[in-house]
C-alpha cells in the first residue's frame, strides 16, 4: 500500500483545481490522477505530477490509464504528454486571472 504523504497548501490548490478542469480526453467531471514515474507501488507519486481524468478514462473504461494503458497511449498521448499540456493550460489560467485581478484593481 502506498505510503501516505499530506499535501501542502500549493498541492491541495493544484489538485483542486485539476479536478475542477475536466477530464483531459472528454471534458466529463474529473479525479486527479497520479503519474507514477519511477515510484513503484509501494511509494506515492509527486502531487504535482497530477492530471484530471474522469472515472472513465482513469480506472474503469477499456482505454483508461489503469485498465488499458496502451489503448489510453495511443489515443490521447503519454501521460507526460498529457502532464505538460495540463501544466500549460494552468499557468493560462493563472496568467488569466492575475491579468484579471490586477486590471480590476488598476481600474
Given at each position: 500500500?502506498?505510503?501516505k504523504?499530506?499535501?501542502?497548501?500549493?498541492?491541495?490548490?493544484?489538485?483542486?483545481?485539476?479536478?475542477?478542469?475536466?477530464?483531459?480526453?472528454?471534458?466529463?467531471?474529473?479525479e486527479v490522477?497520479?503519474i507514477?514515474?519511477h515510484t513503484g507501488?509501494g511509494?506515492?507519486?509527486p502531487?504535482?505530477?497530477?492530471i484530471?481524468?474522469?472515472s472513465h478514462?482513469?480506472?474503469?473504461?477499456?482505454?483508461?490509464?489503469?485498465?488499458?494503458?496502451?489503448?489510453?497511449i495511443?489515443?490521447?498521448?503519454?501521460?507526460?504528454l498529457?502532464?505538460?499540456?495540463?501544466?500549460?493550460?494552468?499557468?493560462?489560467?493563472?496568467?488569466?486571472?492575475?491579468?484579471?485581478n490586477?486590471?480590476e484593481?488598476?481600474?
Open positions: 500500500m502506498a505510503k504523504k499530506v499535501a501542502t497548501k500549493e498541492e491541495k490548490e493544484r489538485m483542486n483545481k485539476i479536478s475542477q478542469m475536466g477530464c483531459f480526453c472528454c471534458g466529463h467531471q474529473a490522477h497520479h507514477r514515474k507501488m511509494l506515492r507519486p502531487h504535482s505530477d497530477t484530471p481524468l474522469c478514462h482513469h480506472r474503469t473504461g477499456k482505454d483508461s490509464i489503469h485498465l488499458g494503458k496502451n489503448l489510453f495511443e489515443k490521447y498521448g503519454t501521460e507526460e498529457i502532464l505538460q499540456q495540463v501544466n500549460k493550460q494552468l499557468e493560462q489560467m493563472e496568467d488569466a486571472y492575475n491579468l484579471f490586477n486590471g484593481n488598476n481600474g
